[in-house]
Structure formats: C-alpha cells, structure tokens
C-alpha cells in the first residue's frame, strides 16, 4: 500500500470527511487531502506507518490521540492539534491556533510560525516518552501552563503568564527573559551542553522542513538560547496539608 490516494473534502460535514479519509487509509499509507475546510478530528488517533498531507486549514482536534503516524499541513491549523497525542510527527506550514499539545504524552510539533493560547498545557512525559513542541514565531498567553513535562522550543516571543504553574519539564526560550518576567517557582539559566544537543536535534528537523520556505536556517547551535524550569519538583507543596 504505497501509492497515495487524494481526496478532496470541501465543504463536506466533518464526520462524513472523517469516513471518507478512513476509507481510504485502508487502501493505503498515504492519504492527502484537498480542500480541507476546517473540518474536526482529521488524523484522530493516527497509527505509525500512516502519513496524511493536509492542503487547505483542518479543524479543530486534528490529530488528537495520534499514535505513531505523521501528519503535514500545507496552511495554518486551528485549535486543540495533537490533543493527548501519544506518538509521531505533526508539521504545520503556517502556525496553529490555542492548545496545541493539550496533555501531550508523545511525539513532536513543529509549528513553522505563531501559535496561539496555552500551548502545551499539561504535557507530560513517561519513561522513553518525552514530547516535544517547537514553535517558530511567537506564542499567545499561558505557553507551557502547568508543564508537568516534555520540551516545549519558542523561537520567538512569549506572550503573558508564560509557564503558570509549570511543575515539570523544560521550555528553551531564543531569548532571555528580564528578571522581572521570569515566573515564581521557576528557574532561567543558559543552556549546557546536554541542552544544546536537544536542541540541535530539534532544530535540524526544524529547518529540515521549513528552512527553504522561510529563505534561511534558524541557528541549531543553542547560541542565545536559555532554558526554564522549575526551581524544586515540589512547587507546591506548602499549599497541601501535610
């Protein structure tokens, strides 16, 4: 099943679009679609092997559960992409809309450009799992909200109540927050070595997909880069009763 099947959506209602882009993953590992009119839940709980190219702005959910297949959008993205994703790949030519990674366990999101609210809210690794979220542009308020793990990459800048009650994992910032702005509970130093080779193998997928479109690479190296995390693994636990 390695030939692609095109399938053209329209204006066609979301679950009709969802059964028409089902039956066609079971002809094949390569489904793209035309003319995606924000219709929901495209490439929900996608399984490794399967590849889906998106031509057009998919709705809502995209790729929420998706575990283990990749999903390339040829345009901007809405809301919710990648909710609870466990595994894979999801590329957007373009930015994305709020709560991209919402309980994110697995897997990676390149954003090429902006992204808009509480993006990564309550991401979460396990084990070998480490998700992992970059972002090309600017981010919307609340970026990383209650981050219990994971690598959230910002190229450009935060937006207001950056990290609120982050508890876990690292966000890498392309620039240095003044020490006014860095939020209580949380930790801004330079990267290290270790650091920078995350970086770098992030980046390199960045450019790798949208460095001829933008006209330039971003500089993988780490040089300028600044990482944030929680200062103790138990923030809060002067609020509990002991």
């Not at 089902?22 to 590849?51: H, M, N, S, W």
């Not at 392309?174 to 995350?198: F, N, T």
């Not at 970086?199 to 944030?228: H, I, Q, T």
Request: hydrophobic letters at 40%.
């Amino acid at each position: 099943m390695n030939s692609t099947v095109t399938v053209t959506l329209g204006t066609k209602h979301f679950a009709e679009a969802n059964e028409i882009v089902r039956e066609a993953f079971a002809r094949t590992d390569e489904v793209e679609i035309d003319q995606a009119f924000a219709q929901r839940y495209l490439g929900c709980a996608l399984p490794a092997g399967k590849r889906l190219k998106i031509h057009g702005v998919p709705g809502n959910d995209m790729a929420c559960y998706m575990d283990g297949g990749a999903i390339e959008v040829f345009g901007n993205a809405q809301d919710q992409i990648g909710n609870t994703m466990n595994d894979g790949c999801i590329v957007v030519h373009g930015r994305c809309g709020d709560a991209a990674g919402y309980g994110m366990r697995g897997g990676q999101i390149f954003v090429r450009d902006d992204c808009g609210w509480r993006v990564g809210i309550h991401m979460k690794q396990y084990q070998d799992k480490c998700p992992a979220i970059v972002i090309g542009g600017d981010a919307g308020n609340f970026l990383g909200e209650y981050l219990a793990g994971g690598i959230i990459i910002l190229l450009g800048n935060p937006g207001a109540y950056l990290a609120t009650g982050m508890h876990g994992g690292t966000i890498y910032l392309g620039h240095r927050l003044a020490d006014g702005k860095i939020p209580a509970g949380l930790v801004q130093d330079p990267v290290d070595d270790e650091d920078r080779v995350v970086l770098r193998a992030l980046l390199d997928r960045y450019n790798g997909y949208f460095a001829k479109e933008l006209g330039r690479e971003v500089d993988a190296s780490g040089d300028g880069f600044f990482r944030l995390r929680p200062a103790s693994s138990r923030l809060y636990a002067s609020m509990y009763a002991k």
